[in-house]
């Protein structure tokens, strides 16, 4: 096992970044790349055990909603098949992996700001963690970029 963690402060009120992100099937608004999103059986976008299928950079993943959080501002996703690594990134890929992710958020109080945390749990072979965990570290802060242009969007 391995984490990759990045956190950093969004220049938004904390609801402001929550009415965002609490809905699990609204990952194409702030992620760049997700180009589609669907939750499947009927469930709720906030409903834990939902899964959302979603295509990022033309590859299908399907992902459980594991935990949320109005309260605490955060949830949780796992993975539900193994992912593979991007082809053409490395000569010989490492084995897919499952992960498990968590986005949570807390208040700034001065300037009215939010402070998130984005952390991805990865089980890979421990001869392919390294590989898995750059990866992953660079795309959280991406992702987190994308959730701020995203907001800005939005309040401009």
């Known amino acids: 096992m391995t984490t990759a963690y990045y956190s950093t402060v969004l220049n938004h009120p904390l609801q402001t970044v929550w009415d965002l992100i609490r809905d699990f099937n609204d ?60 082809s053409g990134l490395v000569p010989d890929a490492p084995a897919p992996t499952r992960y498990e992710g968590t986005m949570h958020l807390l208040p700034v109080v001065e300037g009215n700001k939010t402070f998130i945390e984005w952390k991805v749990r990865l089980d890979s072979a421990p001869e392919d963690a390294e590989r898995w965990h750059s990866l992953f570290q660079s795309w959280i802060p991406d992702w987190t970029h994308s959730l701020e242009r995203a907001l800005a969007r939005r309040t401009a």
Do not use: T
């Open 27 to 86: 990952h194409p608004a702030y992620i760049e790349g997700v180009s589609e999103s669907v939750i499947e059986d009927d469930k709720g976008a906030d409903e834990v055990g939902a899964v959302r299928r979603f295509c990022y950079l033309g590859n299908w993943v399907r992902q459980r909603l594991a935990g949320h959080s109005d309260e605490a501002h955060s949830l949780a996703y796992a993975s539900i098949e193994p992912l593979p690594f991007p």
